[in-house]
């Protein structure tokens, strides 16, 4: 099985400032795609950001980016300036090119102080 | 639309007893799926039907029974419980099964088995 890991537990970020979330993937499939989840303390999952590992070009969604480095299996999120409601644990996802199956990370805490 | 609804929000159950997860989607979803959350190991994937008739298995199956009797509905079977299953449940759906479709996932249900 595909594993995921985030090797931050918590972080922590002051209002307004960037801060950028790890996390490496191991597989063998040379196609396939991620995903960056939030999930506030309602514990609703909510997709952030998804990346298709064949496109070169780095996704963006407003102030949420990645860093896709393909050789090295790694996907980071890069938070601009952040909001006290970005506020949560956030999830990296795999998920192989074909099948929608979702292998998930243990999470990062992101804690925003104002 | 209600989205990817569950049932019940908390459930104590005494170690033997049976229950049903409920899960209901109204977006004609073909694709869901169970997870369960454990402090610490993120998600992993429970079960799966790619559509009415069709489940199959993912990484944690042991301890659960499913059935897709309708394309909506996707209950979860805890035969007898245990205190290893306690955990939180989330029910997602996404379109179909091809890989990279965004996964709906519903509020979740906190399960203690005592």
């Known amino acids: 099985a595909q594993t995921v890991t985030q090797s931050q537990p918590e972080m922590s970020v002051q209002e307004a400032e960037t801060v950028t979330l790890s996390c490496t993937y191991d597989t063998s499939e040379s196609d396939y795609y991620l995903f960056w989840y939030k999930q506030p303390p309602s514990r609703q999952m909510i997709l952030v950001i998804r990346q298709e590992a064949y496109k070169q070009q780095n996704a963006t969604e407003n102030r949420f980016s990645v860093n896709f480095q393909k050789a090295a299996k790694s996907f980071s999120l890069k938070i601009s300036d952040s909001q006290l409601g970005d506020a949560a644990m956030y999830f990296c996802a795999y998920s192989p090119y074909n099948f929608n199956k979702f292998y998930f990370g243990s999470g990062t805490k992101l804690n925003v102080k104002p | 639309n209600a989205g990817v609804t569950q049932t019940p929000k908390f459930q104590v159950l005494k170690t033997g007893q049976s229950m049903t997860l409920q899960c209901a989607q109204d977006m004609n979803h073909e694709y869901m799926s169970w997870y369960r959350q454990d402090p610490g190991m993120g998600l992993r994937l429970i079960h799966y039907?790619?559509?009415?008739?069709?489940?199959d298995q993912g990484e944690v199956p042991n301890g659960y029974n499913v059935s897709r009797s309708t394309t909506e509905d996707f209950p979860l079977r805890l035969l007898s419980a245990a205190p290893s299953q306690t955990s939180v449940y989330f029910c997602?759906?996404?379109?179909?099964?091809?890989?990279?479709?965004?996964?709906?996932f519903g509020p979740g249900t906190r399960l203690t088995v005592l």
């Open positions: 039907s790619v559509g009415a008739g069709i489940t």
């Open positions: 997602a759906s996404s379109a179909d099964w091809m890989a990279g479709n965004e996964q709906f």
